[in-house]
């Protein structure tokens, strides 16, 4: 009995510019799904290119940018969105006609206004956004199971192409992702409350903590509740990245920082006041979105 062909890649070559927790962790799942043909890691850090190899993350790994994407019919952006423009740019000339240019990054207008105008029309760009991470960071750090029930938005600019739209949806399924497409604008203020404000949160309480004085600070350490844990965990994550996400989505960071400042001077007037019932109406109406989260199996 013939044996069943195994079905064509989505990808006959895909390229990662930017080999880090969430590049690896594409370049694993697709690999895991079968998903290209060959797997090729871009990083400007050396160690980060010979680990790519190493951990069998990609086939081949290089830090030249035009030598990376050369024949490439996917390339994924997984650098600090802050560089995402420049290497547009450089990669230009050197992409393959028909190739699909997608990111990861956490701001999505910033990237496509940066990305968009350098690449020639022939080339397909779908920027997409997958909800996961950890605070862990470099190729070591990704797994093939990160995006697993995790929702990945995309985020098509205008007169992109559906067929490249569907092929990046299709990537995301395939790695085991729930998909999305939504408005770059209207992205970017969604996360700026679910996630660049909780890490701006955690930057700043961790931050109060080490300007305690030396006892204070130790026994804050040692005696660590589940809350302060979990704000240092997220204030753990990269400090390159989440500079560049604050500077390039500071518009709706500032909008929603502006309503969060509002908010928490309310809690401080009840707590001043002694206005148990407007805290625990507060407390009441957030414990019911915890439980939705964990209804919908994002905790």
Same mark, same amino acid.
């Given at each position: 009995m013939a044996k069943a062909r195994k079905p064509k890649p989505l990808f006959d070559r895909a390229c990662f510019i930017g080999i880090g927790l969430i590049g690896s962790s594409v370049a694993r799942a697709m690999r895991r799904a079968g998903l290209a043909g060959t797997y090729v890691a871009c990083d400007k850090n050396p160690k980060h290119v010979k680990a790519a190899v190493k951990l069998g993350v990609a086939d081949e790994a290089?830090?030249?940018? /035009? #030598?990376?994407v050369a024949g /490439? !019919?996917?390339?994924?952006l997984a650098t600090p969105v802050g560089t995402n423009g420049e290497i547009a740019r450089v990669i230009a000339p050197h992409l393959k006609k028909g190739a699909i240019v997608t990111d990861v990054g956490s701001v999505k207008r910033m990237v496509i206004d940066a990305v968009a105008p350098h690449l020639p029309k022939d080339?397909?760009?779908v920027p997409a956004h997958p909800i996961a991470g950890t605070e862990h960071s470099g190729p070591e750090a990704g797994f093939a199971e990160l995006f697993e029930n995790r929702w990945s938005i995309i985020t098509p600019p205008k007169r992109a192409s559906a067929k490249a739209v569907a092929k990046v949806a299709?990537?995301?399924?395939?790695?085991g992702a729930k998909v999305d497409t939504m408005d770059p604008d209207h992205h970017d203020m969604v996360l700026a409350i679910t996630s660049h404000l909780p890490h701006l949160i955690a930057y700043t309480i961790v931050g109060t903590a080490t300007d305690l004085s030396g006892d204070l600070k130790q026994e804050v350490i040692k005696y660590s509740a589940s809350g302060f844990r979990d704000f240092t965990r997220i204030a753990a994550s990269d400090p390159i990245m989440w500079r560049d996400v604050f500077l390039n989505n500071r518009e709706a960071v500032l909008e929603i920082l502006q309503r969060f400042t509002e908010d928490l001077t309310a809690m401080q007037r009840a707590i001043r #006041?002694? !206005?148990g019932a407007t805290l625990e109406g507060h407390f009441a109406r957030t414990r019911a979105i915890r439980r939705s989260i964990i209804d919908a199996k994002q905790a």
């Open positions: 290089t830090s030249n940018y /035009a #030598k990376a /490439a !019919d996917l390339i994924v080339v397909h760009f299709e990537l995301w399924r395939k790695m #006041k002694g !206005d």
